[in-house]
């Protein structure tokens, strides 16, 4: 369970980097609305993170199965409590304080959120059939 820990939290290192470069760019330098950009950023960064999951940190229970729309809407559905946990977080946060840029308060809800994640997508998403 530790080996695959490690290997969703390195999985979601790198969504983590696609979804904050992402957001730094349209959210603080193109000014378009966080909440908009957050989103965006889950749907491209969670797609990124299904192919890199399926692949590698759950192999061993998904080597009988393809890549597939039907379980990439699995992990993003199960995935959507963690958005709202992230959601949640990031627009608390710019409520609060005055941030110098917004990529930060996101990536303290993307935090929070991970922990979550992991719980969903190893017992529903990506497990032993």
């Not at 996101?106 to 979550?116: E, S, Y």
């Amino acid at each position: 369970m530790l080996k695959k820990l490690f290997k969703f939290a390195v999985t979601g290192g790198l969504g983590t980097i696609t979804n904050l470069v992402l957001f730094f760019i349209f959210a603080d330098k193109i000014g378009l609305h966080h909440t908009v950009v957050s989103i965006g950023c889950f749907l491209i960064a969670g797609t990124q993170n299904y192919i890199i999951n399926h692949i590698w940190t759950f192999k061993a229970e998904t080597v009988s199965q393809p890549l597939s729309v039907k379980l990439w809407a699995k992990f993003l559905f199960a995935s959507l409590f963690g958005l709202i946990i992230n959601l949640t977080v990031l627009n608390i946060l710019i409520r609060l304080y005055a941030w110098p840029y917004k990529v930060i308060p996101q990536g303290a809800g993307i935090l929070v959120a991970m922990f979550f994640n992991f719980a969903v997508s190893s017992f529903f998403v990506f497990k032993k059939k």
